[in-house]
Structures are given as C-alpha cells and as structure tokens.
C-alpha cells in the first residue's frame, strides 16, 4: 500500500490539506497528517513533524507556506521519501 506523509495538514474540513488526507485515504494510502497543533484529522493519527512519521514514506506533499516548507526540507531529507515530494500552490517561493 503506498504511503503519504502531508505537511501542514489541516483540521478545518474546508482547507484543501484536510480534503488530501481523506481522499489519501478513501484510495487505500497509509497517511500521515503532519500537524504539530492537532493530534487527530479525518480519523487518523497525526505527528508532530515529518521525523516522527513512524514509517518510510513514498510520497510528502506540502501545504505549508514557503518558509515553513525551506524549514523542514532538510527533515523530508533525511526522511529520504520512496518516489516524490510535491509543493503544492503556496508551498514554494
């Protein structure tokens, strides 16, 4: 089963990064909501940052704004992802 680590996912239903993890979901991927503030989205677990994903991921995808996604490269990094990292619209300078 692939699996998705989403950066900046969010609690509010209405944010598209809340929409990611449960269409994620919906298509059978194991997902990680990252999100320091929140400790549950859409029924699953969240972790404070990309480090504590329990799991090698396949894919990151960021929802954060440009400064947070520089911040946390160096973790995606040393996460080393299976296939790609996506920088969604507001997420790169």
């Not at 998705?4 to 194991?30: E, L, M, Y």
Request: contains cysteine.
């Amino acid at each position: 089963m692939p699996s998705i680590a989403i950066i900046g996912a969010s609690r509010d239903v209405n944010k598209i990064s809340h929409q990611a993890v449960i269409q994620t979901k919906v298509a059978c991927w194991d997902v990680y909501p990252v999100n320091p503030h929140a400790t549950m989205i859409a029924d699953c677990d969240t972790v404070a940052t990309i480090a504590d994903v329990p799991a090698q991921v396949d894919v990151v995808s960021f929802y954060v704004p440009p400064a947070s996604t520089t911040a946390q490269l160096e973790s995606v990094k040393n996460h080393a992802p299976q296939a790609v990292v996506i920088f969604n619209p507001g997420s790169a300078d």
